[in-house]
């Protein structure tokens, strides 16, 4: 799948994900790719990597790399026995506790997948980097998405990250078979909305 970045209608990156999987293993990789102000961030590759079963994803392996300052570059391993997540950063190790249903960055929205349908609230425990957040999205309403001359229907959700101020977004996620996000709007910490729609994917939507 690929994602077209836009900053007030102005282009600014794209994002291409590439997900396998094969015998109940799954591997995915999202790379942005920075242009304009997002140029001030940098570009960036998460990867997460794991196992698939009826309830969804359970990761095993994380990876946050920043590009542009690989000093900062995050990789945690989840380790369900004795229930951690061993954090790597700057040549540092430390450790979190591993939650129930614990997801990653890379993964957590297409775990919609594997939820019930047609659940006005969805929440998800979600490993940034070095933080385990709880996400929240709510139901608002059904909209019609248009993507490639093509038009789906879509979930609207407003999310939060409940620890978190200012983290307001929202995610669009489609109501066919396959339910992966076709939209997002969102906040970066440069303070800028940023508009993420898809442009191109395999699945057939």
Do not use: C
């Amino acid at each position: 799948m690929e994602y077209e970045l836009k900053q007030t209608n102005k282009f600014i990156g794209n994002i291409n994900i590439k997900y396998e999987s094969k015998n109940k293993n799954y591997s995915l990789k999202a790379t942005t790719e920075a242009h304009g102000i997002l140029r001030l961030i940098g570009n960036r590759e998460l990867y997460s990597e794991g196992i698939i079963n009826n309830s969804g994803f359970i990761p095993k392996i994380f990876k946050l790399n920043n590009i542009k300052k690989p000093k900062k570059n995050i990789v945690a391993i989840f380790q369900p026995s004795p229930k951690k997540i061993k954090i790597k950063y700057k040549g540092q190790t430390s450790l979190l506790e591993l939650k129930p249903k614990n997801l990653d960055l890379a993964i957590y929205l297409y775990q919609f997948n594997f939820e019930k349908r047609n659940q006005k609230e969805y929440s998800f425990t979600v490993l940034e980097g070095k933080k385990i957040r709880d996400y929240g999205y709510k139901k608002i309403r059904d909209e019609i998405i248009e993507v490639n001359n093509k038009r789906i229907v879509a979930e609207l959700y407003e999310g939060k990250i409940l620890s978190k101020k200012n983290s307001k977004h929202y995610v669009w996620i489609s109501k066919g078979k396959y339910r992966v996000p076709l939209k997002l709007e969102l906040m970066t910490n440069l303070g800028v909305t940023i508009k993420q729609k898809i442009v191109k994917t395999n699945l057939p939507l």
